[in-house]
């Protein structure tokens, strides 16, 4: 599988520690789920609030052979996204917790099918 990831940086300037840690988080999914094909990452600071603080948001898309992944860590009032490797361990977290929900029910057809073909004979 060709395990193409895009990071686009929107509103942030992008750095090589950013980067780094969301290659690490990437690396992690892969080594989890060998059935990714692609995915984005977007990174954002969508409001700049001078009493509030910047609040990051980060959005993934993760594409599969059988369904594609997508989290939108969007929480304008959780004060733990003003800090961004916060807002991207969230976001990939979301995605794992998906991905083996997704890997979990593949596995349970897999098993119904082996399941099926030996009931039969077949």
């Not at 509103?11 to 692609?38: G, P, Y």
């Not at 603080?53 to 733990?80: F, M």
């Amino acid at each position: 599988m060709t395990n193409d990831f895009q990071i686009v940086f929107h509103n942030i300037d992008q750095s090589a520690s950013i980067s780094d840690a969301v290659n690490k988080r990437i690396s992690k999914l892969q080594r989890f789920c060998d059935r990714i094909l692609a995915g984005r990452v977007v990174l954002d600071s969508p409001h700049n609030n001078h009493h509030k603080g910047k609040v990051y948001s980060v959005g993934l898309e993760i594409h599969t052979p059988s369904k594609e992944v997508r989290v939108n860590q969007e929480q304008h009032d959780n004060h733990a996204h003003e800090d961004l490797y916060v807002a991207i361990r969230d976001a990939f977290n979301a995605a794992e917790r998906q991905l083996k929900a997704i890997d979990k029910k593949h596995r349970v057809e897999r098993n119904h099918e082996f399941l099926e073909l030996e009931v039969t004979g077949i």
